[in-house]
């Protein structure tokens, strides 16, 4: 696991109150409402420094955290 996947896993991880999550998970799957999607999406740019543009956070191209480190990759 690289940095940036770690970095995403444990906001993820708090944000969702979930110790069980791995990269690969559907994050929708976990429970997670649009208050927290937002919550760790905000965390996620704070903590990388970037603004992810709003049609790629409500697209379908979001569906696991894999799919979220990608996007920061891009950014």
């Given at each position: 696991?690289?940095?940036?996947?770690?970095?995403?896993?444990?906001?993820?991880?708090?944000?969702?109150?979930?110790?069980?999550?791995?990269?690969?998970?559907?994050i929708f799957d976990e429970k997670m409402d649009?208050?927290?999607?937002?919550?760790?999406?905000?965390?996620?740019?704070?903590?990388?420094?970037?603004?992810?543009?709003?049609?790629?956070?409500?697209?379908?191209?979001?569906?696991?955290?894999?799919?979220?480190?990608?996007?920061?990759?891009?950014?």
């Amino acid at each position: 696991m690289n940095g940036t996947e770690e970095i995403v896993l444990n906001i993820a991880i708090r944000v969702l109150n979930n110790t069980y999550l791995t990269l690969d998970d559907i994050i929708f799957d976990e429970k997670m409402d649009s208050l927290m999607y937002l919550n760790l999406i905000v965390e996620l740019e704070e903590a990388f420094g970037i603004e992810i543009e709003d049609e790629v956070l409500f697209s379908d191209q979001i569906e696991s955290l894999r799919d979220l480190i990608e996007i920061i990759s891009i950014n």
